[in-house]
Every structure is written in C-alpha cells, then in structure tokens.
C-alpha cells in the first residue's frame, strides 16, 4: 500500500461509521475545508452525497491528486507548518479535522490558525482516537505500550486526546462544544486482544465496566459562541425620563 492510499477507504453515508457521523454532522450545502483530506475519501461523499462544494488540503501529493476528483480544489501544504494555509482566499462554513490533529507537533496552534478562514456562523468539526480506550489501559498495564501502522495506536499518531482534553482544547482556541458523539466499541476492541487474558480478573472486570473507556473515537461539532450584549436597554420609563429631559431643557 503506498503513503497516498494508507487512508483511503469508502463508506455507507448512512452507516454509524466515524466518516459517516462527521459528514452528517457538516450538513448540506455547505462551503467545506476539509484538513488532511487523504485521497478523497470523504470530500467524494460530502459533495456527492451532501452538495457541498469541498476545499481540500493535504500533504501528500499524490493522494491529494486523488482527491481532486471530489474537490473544487485541493492545497498541497503540510499542516505541520505555519501559515500552510495561506494561499486560501476564502472564508468557509465548516471546518473538517476528521483523525487529522494526533498527527500533527502543534494541534492547538494549527486549529487557531485555521479558525481564521471560518464563517462568523460556521462550526468545525472534529474526530480524533480515544487515548483512554480500554484497550489502551489493558496494554499499559501489561507494561506494553505498541505503536501499529493503523489503528488507535497508529505510529503517525503523535498527540493523545481523551474527551476532556479535547473539549478544553477547543475551548481554548475560543470554540464552544454544542455536540458531542462517541463511537463506542463495548468494553473491549479486537485490536487489544493479546492483552485482555494477561489481566488479573479484578482489573480485567474494572475494565468491563469503566464507561470513559468504551469510546474508540470521539466526535466534536464546536462553534463560535454567541456574543450577546449584556449592557441593560433602557427600561420604558428611563426613555420616558430621557424625553422628558430632553423636552424640559
């Protein structure tokens, strides 16, 4: 498999798939910058599926070459650098960071960076691996902690969110979380296999039942918070009072 295809897939836009609830979650008609968009996968169904007309950025060159197929346009930079967006002219309505800020040395900063190319309205929206899986805890506790070429513990993967950090996170680039969704895998994932019978069976049923590790991703739709002008109108009276002055003066 080469660089370009490692994560091209296809999906059931109607399935319960991470891909699938983050396109629904972008909505239709939209103008879309979908960050790291890989070869396509999912700016081919945002605007097959959902009409909407897709700006792509990714690094890869030939994976983006791919992905023209599905965008109106697609901006070779690597995210990892600053102002790698800067050739964009436009503002968008929806921001897309599907499984892209774990790659990346500085998520928090690139996320800023890309809110100045969103709407006054729009939403971002944002999918990442739950570092609190599980199935990560069963691992560590066997003393393992395995990087894999796919997966939750995918060796590209260089930042770990939980759902908390996450949400703080966009809090603190001036974001406020208005959804959240969870694709949750049960107690256990095959993925950690190996390491479920080397648990003692007091540990092996805490695990069963620690709800925060259910989660094999985690969801986020975040918007620019509603600014509302506290300063008291004047009531009737005050107005009556203002013209009354007014009139006397």
């Not at 939209?30 to 097959?48: P, R, Y």
């Not at 729009?122 to 609190?132: E, F, L, M, Q, W």
Request: net charge negative; with cysteine.
């Amino acid at each position: 498999m080469t660089d370009a295809l490692k994560y091209d897939y296809a999906f059931d836009p109607n399935d319960d798939s991470t891909a699938a609830r983050v396109c629904r979650l972008v909505g239709e008609r939209k103008q879309v910058l979908e960050l790291g968009c890989a070869a396509g996968a999912m700016s081919k169904v945002l605007s097959q599926h959902y009409h909407c007309a897709v700006t792509g950025v990714e690094f890869n060159a030939e994976a983006a070459q791919l992905a023209r197929a599905f965008c109106k346009e697609v901006l070779v930079a690597d995210l990892d650098q600053a102002d790698s967006l800067r050739a964009l002219d436009q503002s968008f309505e929806v921001l897309v960071f599907a499984d892209v800020l774990e790659h990346l040395r500085d998520p928090e900063a690139r996320l800023r960076e890309a809110l100045h190319y969103l709407s006054p309205t729009g939403h971002v929206v944002v999918s990442v691996p739950n570092i609190a899986h599980n199935g990560v805890l069963a691992q560590l506790w066997c003393g393992e902690f395995n990087y894999a070429e796919t997966g939750l513990l995918d060796r590209t993967h260089i930042h770990f969110f939980t759902a908390n950090t996450l949400q703080r996170m966009l809090e603190r680039v001036g974001l406020e979380v208005d959804h959240i969704e969870t694709i949750d895998t049960g107690p256990f994932h095959p993925e950690f296999a190996a390491y479920w019978d080397q648990l003692p069976p007091e540990i092996y049923t805490l695990f069963q039942h620690n709800t925060p590790g259910q989660p094999y991703q985690i969801i986020m739709r975040a918007k620019r918070p509603v600014v509302i002008d506290d300063t008291p109108s004047p009531s009737l009276w005050q107005r009556v009072q203002q013209r009354l002055r007014g009139t006397s003066s």
